[in-house]
């Protein structure tokens, strides 16, 4: 359990919260998820694990600087649309989590990602040759090999998963996968010299690796895209991308879970379907 306290007078109000699933104990421990007004000016109080507390401003902006472990504070934008009440995401650094040993620079788990990010650079080479069916046809079987999309699907959607049928479990994981490889497809459709480039690799708890790397644009804008892996038999895979210290997982829960509580089900397929449709199109 995580306690935040916020307050703008002598009252102040707890919020609490709580995580017992077991593939979600390292990757949403590092997020709590607030409903906040944007630009409230309140102050919020993090009372971590070990007991450090901190502050930060909660304004449309949110930078986490209450981290255990020394490390970058991280700026966090919505990308949802602009609401009276807005969720706001603080990302815990998965800093919190590494274990202290040796770091290593490469291994088994940086051999996927860079198998990754070696076809992603291929598909974006060819990107006007391949098309997007081409790039779609390419990337596929990649990210089949690199993603564990079936675990990515089922935490994305939190609770919510045992409250489906077996059936609507199926089609949202299938949905799922296609959005997965359609949104690769569209969003690495040319090249310009960008690079990407390994930064480390290193070990967290529950036999979990971080493999952090970086992508260079072609006017020297660098982006950060760190992924964090489980071992799948003898296969290390991706469950969870953070770009630029944002997590597309916690991106996607906090999405989802608003959809299928206020909408239910049907409305979520649909808007993934929605989502693919553009992606094909090039929207």
Not at 41 to 51: E, R
Not at 173 to 202: M, P, V
Not at 217 to 237: C, P
Request: with cysteine.
């Amino acid at each position: 359990m995580i306690t935040m306290q916020f307050s703008d007078s002598p009252n102040c109000t707890t919020f609490e919260f709580w995580y017992n699933e077991p593939d979600m104990a390292l990757i949403f421990s590092q997020h709590i998820i607030l409903e906040t007004a944007v630009g409230s000016q309140k102050s919020a109080q993090a009372l971590g694990a070990h007991g450090t507390i901190k502050k930060c401003l909660i304004t449309s902006e949110v930078t986490t600087t209450f981290c255990i472990a020394p490390c970058t504070p991280i700026p966090y934008t919505s990308f949802l649309r602009p609401t009276v009440v807005s969720r706001i995401i603080a990302v815990f650094f998965v800093c919190l989590f590494w274990i202290p040993s040796q770091e290593a620079f490469a291994g088994k788990a940086s051999e996927t990602i860079m198998h990754l990010q070696e076809t992603i650079v291929k598909i974006m080479k060819e990107g006007d040759t391949l098309g997007y069916q081409g790039r779609y046809k390419v990337i596929t079987p990649v990210i089949e090999l690199t993603h564990d999309l079936p675990v990515i699907a089922r935490i994305a959607i939190g609770r919510h998963w045992k409250k489906l049928t077996k059936e609507q479990q199926a089609g949202f994981t299938s949905t799922f996968q296609e959005l997965s490889r359609s949104t690769y497809a569209d969003r690495f459709n040319s090249y310009s010299g960008e690079q990407f480039s390994l930064i480390s690799e290193k070990s967290l708890k529950r036999n979990r690796k971080l493999v952090q790397t970086r992508f260079v644009k072609a006017d020297g804008e660098e982006i950060r895209f760190n992924y964090i892996l489980h071992q799948v038999q003898d296969q290390w895979k991706i469950i969870n991308i953070m770009v630029n210290g944002v997590s597309d997982l916690a991106l996607k829960r906090t999405e989802y879970g608003s959809i299928l509580k206020k909408d239910g089900y049907t409305t979520l397929i649909e808007k993934l379907r929605a989502q693919i449709q553009e992606s094909a199109n090039g929207l």
